[in-house]
């Protein structure tokens, strides 16, 4: 008896379905990635926000969060780093695991917020972020200094 096997054409047919389902998934799937990046990246501020705001009331001490939105980063004066404590803290969103940039920062007319000794803004404002075509914008209230995500 002799061993069944696919024909050229039965093999031709299935590499171009394949090939179809390929190019409609792809875009779809790095459109997710980009706004899996841009979330990612507007979290990671809000929870830099709310720790520069908890540890300015812990310590009765200003902290300050200065956007640099040319380098597509941010830091934290008056917080050491986690990993080397003789620096400041910072965040530098062009790079891994973010790959997102700072699109527009506006914190009353200025690119810094400082929390006081109570946790309390001196002003509120937005920081608009991308990856890819995804955007999303942290806002922080003008009076509680609570960072969210619109």
């Known amino acids: 008896m002799r061993p069944r096997a696919f024909s050229l054409i039965e093999l031709v047919l299935v590499i171009a379905i394949i090939s179809v389902m ?14 899996q990046r841009a ?3 507007a979290r990671r501020i809000v929870a830099d926000l709310d720790y520069a705001r908890t540890r300015a009331a812990a310590r009765s001490a ?17 917080v050491p ?4 404590p003789a620096d400041i803290y910072t965040v530098t ?9 700072i699109v527009s ?3 009353d007319g200025g690119k810094q917020v400082d929390f006081d000794g109570f946790g309390r803004p001196a002003a509120g404002g937005s920081v608009v972020i991308a990856a ?17 995500i619109e």
């Not at 200003?62 to 008056?78: E, I, M, Q, R, S």
């Not at 969103?93 to 940039?101: I, N, T």
């Open 22 to 35: 390929a190019a409609v998934a792809l875009p779809r799937f790095a459109a997710a990635a980009w706004r």
């Open 39 to 41: 979330d990612s990246a």
């Open 62 to 78: 200003t902290v300050t969060v200065t956007f640099n939105d040319k380098l597509h980063a941010y830091t934290l004066t008056g």
């Open 81 to 84: 780093d986690i990993d080397r």
């Open 93 to 101: 969103l062009g790079d891994e695991p973010y790959r997102a940039s």
């Open 105 to 107: 920062v506006n914190i």
């Open 132 to 148: 890819g075509q995804a955007q999303r914008t942290v806002t922080i209230d003008p009076s509680t200094g609570k960072a969210s």
